[in-house]
């Protein structure tokens, strides 16, 4: 018993020690210091906690994979869709007889982000209109989107959002190609990542006139569309119209 326990409390740290070796070797990010000192802090402190708590350590042969270590992680956020889920339902009332084409005929591209609340910051009601969302909130790679939107469901109005403090601003395609491949050298299967452009942008407003212009200029997005570009500020709320 005393041996497994050992090995368990071995294997947690030495999990801990690959993951602030990964951060260490990531690349340096262009833009947003602040996001760069809190990155650094981050990566310090867990090394420090590391070699505090275990400096015996050593690298195990019966350690995980990488790929066995990212399914180890917490990952625990579905435990609590089910509860969620039945009070969402308990106020549900008429909105499964909603009809499947937006009522406002709009569209909205925006990013990820986990700070963006689309319909809590325009007022926008289930029902209403599409969001597609990706990182950066990409006018390109939701163009497969917006066609089924016009052709099959009526849209015919596209707002742009993109935002402050995005995460698109700090880095670049060649920089992460190099850090998912860095991730496990040892899987071929990894140089895929090659093939994707991951559509990194430097400056906030230009991105936004870039997104709006593509569109506007796109032989597949319907005649006639209206396109606004927007930019929503994450310290405040308030967004601001660009195009």
């Known amino acids: ?80 869709f089910t509860k969620a889920n039945e009070r969402y339902v308990a106020s549900f009332g008429e909105k499964g007889k909603l009809p499947l084409p937006p009522a406002k005929k709009l569209l909205i591209i925006t990013c990820m982000d986990a700070r963006i609340n689309v319909y809590a910051e325009l007022g926008i009601q289930e029902g209403e209109a599409h969001i597609v969302r990706n990182a950066g909130g990409d006018a390109k790679e939701a163009l497969r989107s917006i066609i089924i939107s016009q052709r099959l469901l009526g849209t015919r ?54 997104d709006v212009k593509f569109l506007q200029e796109n032989p597949l997005v319907l005649p006639g569309t209206k396109v606004t570009g927007w930019v929503y500020e994450v310290e405040t709320g308030k967004i601001r119209q660009i195009v």
């Open 157 to 210: 109005e596209i707002a742009v959002f993109h935002h402050t403090g995005c995460g698109m601003v700090t880095f670049n395609t060649p920089q992460l190609r190099k850090l998912v491949k860095d991730s496990d050298p040892s899987n071929p299967a990894l140089n895929a990542v090659d093939e994707i452009d991951f559509h990194e942008f430097n400056g906030l407003e230009e991105s936004v006139k870039a």
């Open 1 to 80: 018993m005393q041996v497994l326990s050992r090995r368990l409390y071995n294997g947690g740290f030495n999990h801990l020690k690959s993951t602030s070796h990964l951060l260490r070797k990531a690349p340096r990010v262009v833009g947003h210091p602040a996001l760069t000192r809190s990155c650094s802090v981050a990566a310090a402190k867990l090394s420090e906690d590391i070699d505090t708590k275990s400096p015996a350590l050593a690298d195990d042969p019966t350690a995980p994979s990488p790929s066995e270590r990212l399914h180890d992680t917490h990952m625990s956020a579905y435990k609590d």
